[in-house]
């Protein structure tokens, strides 16, 4: 048994506690509260900070670390063509390892206990099971043309087959079809059959940008254009991604929805009947330049919402509390109402709404006794003690990019007094070799003829 004591506690479900403890035995949250009631235990004394939850990024891609910095100024299209180009020509199952490990290390340094990753290569898992973190991995899947059905789900059983056996209490898998201008239909419905039948979690990227509405419900622009070069026949596929996903039966499966930049009410209405969540990306929206998505309204429709910081390759940063501002902005901005969205809401969507989205809101995502002991401590010396009265708005508003104090998932400390517990010996050299050679393919192939 272990207690740690701060300045704040927030459990989320509940208001803040001022100069609060939190008691940790077997990896179990067993006490919240006042000191005067709290058991006797060996105390930490985190000083001037406040300790919340673990923050829960409810979508990333952890392997695409490496090309962080690299992909700026692209269209929708030609970002995913380079990154598809530099993928195959310069990764390698070893480099893909290695950009999930610094990915990983960066989110524990930024209070991210779990992550809801989407990953192609496979390497995530191991690289989750070796730092300790929380998780689920999901494997992405393609197949545009429906010639390649029996291929595409061929393999993802294969590769589902040995993921499961690695599985444990904190990382489990699923399967992530990938996005309507990669997935064709009849791919949609199988998997979603078969993610049904082995009780896998699903997440699917959709109505993340004009490109792909213009592919699905007018069968025309750059990713028709692009499929009909193959020679994969294009056509009108529904009034809208999501009315899509609707009409094929995956909704049934209950996948978590990626982006949703491109929601109508109606939509929102079926999203909330089918009782999908969403992990909502603000800053990968932005600087793609997709939009904002309707948070508001989803949030009204009582649709399960995460956030997310997406890979690096769009994002630069992965920093769920930074996410949880932008979003405020954004909503704001959207608006306009300096009211559209709280702190507190935002900070919900960071921990609880997270947890909630991916099915795990009864381990994770607030701080109560039983749950799971997955929870971050940040400095607060943005202000001196006396200065903060709202606790939830300073982390929010104020605090930037902090490097956590403490980190912990199921009660192991995975980062103490702001340094990781564990560290990956090389890594960043190794980061900085991969990205070199990642940043001479990409330079060299903008420059060709």
């Known amino acids: 048994m272990h207690s740690y004591t701060a300045r704040w506690i927030i459990p989320i479900s509940s208001p803040p506690i001022e100069n609060g403890v939190i008691t940790v035995d077997g990896g179990l949250i067993s006490y919240v509260g006042p000191p005067a009631a709290a058991p006797s235990a060996p105390c930490s004394d985190l000083g001037h900070a406040a300790l919340?939850?673990?923050?829960?990024?409810?979508?990333?891609?952890?392997?695409?670390?490496a090309f962080r910095g690299l992909l700026h100024n692209l269209s929708f299209r030609d970002w995913i063509v380079t990154l598809q180009r530099a993928k195959q020509a310069v990764m390698t199952p070893a480099r893909f390892l290695d950009s999930a490990r610094a990915g990983i290390e960066e989110g524990l340094l930024a209070g991210t206990t779990c992550f809801a990753d989407t990953c192609d290569s496979g390497v995530v898992l191991e690289a989750m099971r070796?730092?300790?973190?929380?998780?689920?991995?999901?494997?992405?899947?393609?197949?545009?043309?429906?010639?390649?059905?029996?291929?595409?789900?061929?393999?993802?059983?294969?590769?589902?087959?040995?993921?499961?056996?690695?599985?444990?209490?904190?990382?489990?898998?699923?399967?992530?079809?990938?996005?309507?201008?990669?997935?064709?239909?009849?791919?949609?419905?199988?998997?979603?059959?078969?993610?049904?039948?082995?009780?896998?979690?699903?997440?699917?990227?959709?109505?993340?940008?004009?490109?792909?509405q213009e592919l699905v419900t007018r069968a025309s622009g750059v990713f028709a254009d692009a499929l009909r070069a193959r020679g994969i026949d294009v056509m009108?596929?529904?009034?809208?991604?999501?009315?899509?996903?609707?009409?094929?039966?995956?909704l049934d499966a209950r996948p978590l929805l990626i982006h949703c930049v491109r929601a109508d009410a109606a939509d929102i209405a079926l999203v909330a009947e089918h009782g999908c969540s969403v992990a909502y990306c603000p800053a990968s929206n932005a600087i793609l330049g997709h939009g904002i998505a309707p948070l508001i309204e989803m949030l009204n429709a009582h649709i399960a919402v995460g956030l997310g910081s997406d890979s690096v390759a769009s994002n630069d940063i992965m920093d769920i509390l930074g996410e949880a501002r932008l979003a405020i902005i954004a909503q704001r901005a959207r608006a306009p109402r300096a009211d559209t969205l709280s702190a507190d809401t935002a900070l919900h969507l960071a921990t609880l709404g997270g947890a909630t989205a991916l099915g795990i809101a009864d381990r994770v995502g607030s701080l109560e006794i039983g749950k799971e002991a997955d929870f971050a401590a940040f400095p607060l010396d943005v202000a001196p003690a006396a200065e903060i009265s709202d606790p939830i708005a300073a982390l929010v508003d104020s605090l930037g990019r902090r490097r956590a104090r403490l980190v912990t998932v199921a009660g192991r400390e995975l980062v103490r007094d702001g340094w990781l517990v564990r560290q990956e010996s090389g890594l960043g050299e190794r980061?900085?070799?991969?990205?070199?050679a990642l940043a001479t393919f990409i330079g060299g192939t903008a420059s060709a003829p």
């Open 431 to 436: 980061i900085a070799v991969t990205a070199a």
């Open 52 to 65: 919340l939850p673990g923050l829960v990024n409810s979508h990333s891609h952890l392997e695409l670390t």
């Open 236 to 250: 009108v596929r529904a009034r809208s991604p999501i009315a899509l996903l609707g009409a094929l039966g995956v």
């Open 130 to 212: 070796e730092a300790g973190v929380r998780g689920i991995m999901y494997q992405e899947l393609f197949g545009p043309d429906p010639a390649q059905l029996d291929v595409s789900m061929a393999g993802v059983r294969d590769k589902m087959r040995a993921h499961r056996e690695c599985e444990t209490p904190l990382v489990r898998v699923g399967v992530s079809p990938h996005a309507p201008y990669t997935v064709s239909d009849v791919l949609f419905a199988a998997v979603a059959e078969y993610a049904r039948a082995e009780r896998l979690p699903m997440a699917i990227h959709i109505a993340e940008s004009a490109a792909e």
